[in-house]
Nanobody, 127 residues
Framework: QVRLVESGGGSVQAGGSLRLSCVVSGYTYGRACLAWFRQAPEKLREGVAASYTHGSTYYSDSAKGRFTISQDAGKRIVYLEMNSLTPEDTAMYYC?????????????????????WGQGIQVNVSS
C-alpha cells in the first residue's frame, strides 16, 4: 500500500525558510512523479512544484525562484525547500505521487492527476 507522510511544516516569519519532506513508501517502481500542492482557506488547491525522478521539474509562477523541489530516490523522499516566504504562502501543503511516465508527469501536475496523496501539513507565514 502506497503511503505518503509529510513533515517539516510549521510557523515562520515573512522572509524565512522552511523545508518540507515527504516520505513515499509502499511502492516498488524505480521512478515516480512526485509533487507538492497547497490549499489556503477558501481557495482552490493549486500546484506548487513537481519532479520526476532523475528528470524534469516544474514550478508554479509563485514558486519559481523561491522554492526548490528535489527527490532523494534512494530514500524515496521528496523535498520542498521554501525560501523568502510571504504570508501568501500560508496554506496546507500536500505531497502527491503518480507512477507514470516522465512524459505524462507535467500533464499530471497541471491536471492534479495523482493517485496518491498525503494527509497534508500546515505552513503558516506571519508578517
Amino acid at each position: 500500500q502506497v503511503r505518503l507522510v509529510e513533515s517539516g511544516g510549521g510557523s515562520v516569519q515573512a522572509g524565512g525558510s522552511l523545508r518540507l519532506s515527504c516520505v513515499v513508501s509502499g511502492y516498488t517502481y524505480g521512478r515516480a512523479c512526485l509533487a507538492w500542492f497547497r490549499q489556503a482557506p477558501e481557495k482552490l488547491r493549486e500546484g506548487v512544484a513537481a519532479s520526476y525522478t532523475h528528470g524534469s521539474t516544474y514550478y508554479s509562477d509563485s514558486a519559481k525562484g523561491r522554492f526548490t523541489i528535489s527527490q532523494d530516490a534512494g530514500k524515496r523522499i521528496v523535498y520542498l525547500e521554501m525560501n523568502s516566504l510571504t504570508p501568501e504562502d500560508t496554506a496546507m501543503y500536500y505531497c502527491a505521487a503518480s507512477f507514470t511516465s516522465e512524459e505524462y508527469c507535467k500533464r499530471a501536475y497541471f491536471r492534479a492527476d495523482f493517485g496518491y496523496w498525503g494527509q497534508g501539513i500546515q505552513v503558516n507565514v506571519s508578517s
